[in-house]
């Protein structure tokens, strides 16, 4: 095990995954989850294939993290284990995959050892080390402890969610506590791959000025969940339709000079979430660029967006009433456009229809599903959509 270290964290240090083994690269064997015999010895479906394709593709140093309750003790003689934890090490260095180190405590859940996962103690190495970048590492793993080794890392969790002793509200209860440590929630290996391969495209982003301050985050490749506060409840609602149907994280939260009027809050909004997205697409290759859509009762809406890098708006939507709760509806535009000027994209907006809610609605689920195409990416491509070879 490597020695611990009182030096500052270091940016730009190593990566590392911290990988589960049982349940994660090979499969769990109930009732006494321990494989202590050959015959249950099964590798998860597709981690060769996948496992491969990280080491070769992706720069992580690999190390297997693992609880072996009882280990070396006469229920679970270490010949037996290592036997076959021998045959694992070389069937994945046969496919490319060669693991930096290997951890495995002992120790029983009762004895709540220092070693024992979610506990750091065997990791003490990585802590402090200007040798890693623990804050951009993951811990890989099936079981909700090792969501907890993650955060008590400090790093970021992919979780495999098969744990046999979750259930149930208590499930809910777990998650819900340790939600913002899980950057991915997957029982696929590609899944896994295609994650790290992209890479995260978030970003906190703020943007104050003497009429507003403006607090966002943004996951591009997120699920949808929004918090949108900004005082104008018709906005918050137009927001939230950004986040659930372009299947985006989106906070955001507004302290605006509505005191005033409405005009400084919405712009200013525009403007942030904008440039927002332009932190979030500084490499556009492999992705769409592109996207389009769609219809809301009798409202028909047509978004187009391009993430070129320049910045243009066409606006074909007129609507008679002069507020939609308490967002006037000259704003739209303003909206739109502040979001374009600042996110370098062009928007042709097109809307016709009678229900004036319905119809500013239609835009902005079509410009949610618009923007879910455009920056939809291939994991396989290092292709930039662009002739110009810049974007």
């Known amino acids: 095990m490597n020695e611990s270290s009182n030096a500052p964290l270091g940016a730009g240090g190593k990566r590392v995954l911290f990988i589960d083994r049982d349940g994660t690269l090979i499969n769990e064997a109930p009732p006494t989850y321990q494989i202590d015999s050959w015959e249950k010895l099964e590798f998860y479906p597709d981690v060769f294939k996948y496992m491969s394709r990280i080491a070769a593709e992706l720069d992580y140093e690999l190390v297997m993290v693992s609880n072996q309750d009882g280990l070396g003790t006469e229920s679970f003689p270490e010949e037996t284990f290592y036997a076959i934890q021998n045959f694992i090490t070389k069937s994945f260095e046969n496919e490319g995959v060669h693991f930096a180190d290997f951890y495995f405590d002992k120790t029983f859940a009762h004895d709540n050892a220092p070693t024992r996962k979610p506990n750091t103690g065997m990791l003490v190495g990585y802590l402090n080390n200007p040798s890693y970048d623990i804050q951009n590492s993951f811990v890989i793993g099936d079981r909700i402890t090792d969501v907890q080794l993650a955060k008590n890392l400090g ?54 000025t003497n009429e507003t301050k403006i607090h966002i985050e943004l996951n591009l490749d997120g699920s949808g969940k929004a918090n949108i506060s900004t005082g104008l409840g018709f906005f918050d609602h137009m927001l939230d339709q950004i986040a659930r149907h372009g299947k985006m994280d989106l906070t955001v939260i507004t302290k605006g000079d509505l005191e005033i009027d409405e005009h400084h809050t919405i712009e200013d909004t525009g403007i942030a979430l904008g440039e927002a997205f332009a932190k979030t697409l500084i490499d556009k290759r492999g992705m769409e660029r592109y996207g389009f859509a769609l219809p809301m009762d009798e409202a028909e809406a047509k978004v187009l967006i391009d993430f070129g890098g320049r910045n243009w708006i066409v606006w074909n939507a007129e609507f008679k009433r002069e507020k939609i709760g308490e967002m006037p509806t000259e704003m739209f ?59």
């Open 155 to 208: 790093c970021k969790a992919i979780w495999l969610n098969n744990d046999p002793h979750l259930g149930g509200a208590e499930i809910s209860d777990s998650v819900k506590e340790l939600e913002s440590t899980i950057a991915l929630e997957s029982t696929v290996w590609e899944e896994i791959y295609k994650f790290l391969k992209l890479g995260l495209r978030q970003v906190v982003h703020e943007r104050n």
């Open 333 to 391: 535009f303003h909206f739109f456009k502040s979001f374009s000027d600042a996110a370098k994209c062009n928007l042709n907006i097109e809307c016709k229809g009678e229900n004036e809610h319905h119809k500013i609605e239609a835009i902005f689920k079509a410009f949610a599903k618009a923007i879910k195409m455009a920056v939809k990416r291939d994991p396989l491509s290092n292709y930039l959509p662009s002739t110009k070879g810049i974007l």
